[in-house]
């Protein structure tokens, strides 16, 4: 499971992602989401949590190529090897909203990273813009770990 989390303690605010199991077949159909699952689509679970209690639970489709862009990403803007200091979510999987934003504090770079449902995926279909979610400040390392964790849970499911 992919996780990140803002702080501990009863003010903990985390974001969770659970792949559940690859989707075989055709196109395939959640919410906004039309994806074709013969080019490696996953189905997961989103949570956000605060504290101990998780207030949203949706399962969403995500593509493979969101996945991996998004760990690619994420890699070169900590690193530095971007010329902005903004990343965004791939729209091939467009139940899950996710920014990235790197910025300077002195000598040390801070991250503002916000993570979304689409509110299509919790309601009617043909209902677009963004749902609940949650903005995070995490360190460096978390998100690469983030990132990477759910790389590698989609890659071992397809």
């Known amino acids: 499971m992919a996780e990140i ?19 075989r077949g055709g196109m395939v159909s959640h919410g906004s989401a ?9 189905r ?18 995500l593509h493979q190529m969101s996945v991996r ?4 990403q994420v890699s070169a803007l900590v690193q530095g090897e971007l010329d902005r200091d903004e990343i965004a979510w791939g729209a091939e999987s467009p139940e899950l909203l996710i920014n990235l934003r790197r910025f300077d504090v002195g000598d040390h770079a801070r991250y503002e990273m ?3 449902l689409d509110v299509s995926a919790l309601a009617d279909e043909g209902v ?10 995490p360190e460096a390392e978390a998100v690469v770990q983030f990132a990477d964790d ?9």
């Not at 039309?34 to 996953?42: E, H, P, S, T, Y």
């Not at 679970?45 to 969403?60: H, L, Q």
């Not at 759910?150 to 397809?158: Q, Y």
């Open 128 to 137: 677009t813009g963004e749902g609940p979610g949650l903005l995070l400040m």
């Open 44 to 61: 997961a679970r989103v949570s956000f949590w605060i504290g101990d209690r998780a207030f949203v639970t949706r399962e969403v489709y």
């Open 5 to 23: 989390v803002n702080e501990d303690g009863t003010a903990q605010l985390k974001a969770s992602i659970e792949v559940l199991d690859s989707v």
């Open 34 to 42: 039309f994806l074709n699952a013969m080019m490696g689509v996953v």
């Open 69 to 72: 862009s998004w760990a690619k």
């Open 114 to 116: 916000t993570i979304a």
């Open 150 to 158: 759910l790389l590698a849970e989609t890659a071992a499911c397809l």
